[in-house]
């Protein structure tokens, strides 16, 4: 099979790429070159800015795939241009959406389901609240882009598949949220939350996903017709609070666990968020996997068993400074005051 991977950098990207070749896929990336990358050297690199639609008709034009694996589509002008380049061209072209879709959604309660997309959606709020806005930006451009994406199944059956994901949880998750997790639980020190983040005063669950449990829920589209026109949620079993998660990686690290609950505008106050705890955001979604069990066959691996996974990984390999981790200083001076 010729595939194509838009992306492939990043993340989830690696991982997609070696299962393909394992499966004996023909592989190709489309990306902008600037992201480094150790890609086996049997895999093509094309080139193009992918918002570009005239770079994106440069490089595939008149190209076919069998597959095609979006890990970096956005917005709804993105979504056109990939269709009307592809239209005709491709067996399979499978989106990595976003549970976020939900969260802009009005009148909806978690788990989300896949029957919970259609419907009004929030109003653009004030630009002054930068996170927010940027938040309700995300999710309202990736239902712009899931929408083209679905009227053109509906008009023309161009075979696209939706993945819905959580908050993805990898060894190569280049935004280190449990990573500066580990690196806390290690240096021994406390971890600061917001008070909020609690169940019982609406502190968002945890409930994500394992990135090769994505990568497996890829593998079980390619050859089939399985899911054309169709959208998946695509997340983990268990829903935990935060501080069952915490307990669960700090048992894994054998690690004594502190939490020390702040104000959240305290801690925004002096630029911790989301830094000091990644997991403690307001737009984190929830997923109900039902559908991709049942239609898909999909298996989820237990969070115990990928935070092992994790954890190893992260022993093993040599010690990283990561952005999230340059303020603990300051988190620790908080701390104690």
Known sequence: M?????GGTRNLGPSIVQALLRDRHEVAVLNRGV?????PK???RLR????DPAQLKRVLGGRAFDLVIDTTLYTGPEAEAAVETLAGRVGRYVLLSTGQVYLVRLGVKRPYKEED???????EPAKSDESTYENWLYGFDKRAAEDVFLSAWSGQKFPYTSLRLPMVNS?????????GYFLRLQDGGPILVPEDQVPEDGGLPVRHVYGEDVVQAILCLTGSDLGKGRAYNIGQDETLSLEEFLKMLAEIMHRPLSLVRMAREKLQRHSLLPYCSPFSGLWMSSLDNSRSKEELGMRYTP????????VSYFQSAP?????GYRQRARELELAGS
Do not use: F, W
Not at 48 to 51: K, S, V
Not at 319 to 323: D, G, L, S, T, V
């Open 2 to 6: 010729r595939s194509l991977i838009i």
């Open 35 to 39: 992201t480094p990358d150790d890609l």
């Open 42 to 44: 049997e895999v093509e």
């Open 48 to 51: 193009a800015d992918r918002t």
């Open 117 to 123: 997309y259609p419907g009004p959606v929030m109003a």
């Open 171 to 179: 060894e190569r998750d280049h935004y280190d949220r449990i990573y």
């Open 303 to 310: 969070m115990p068993v990928y935070l092992e996974k994790l």
């Open 319 to 323: 010690a990283r400074k990561i952005e």
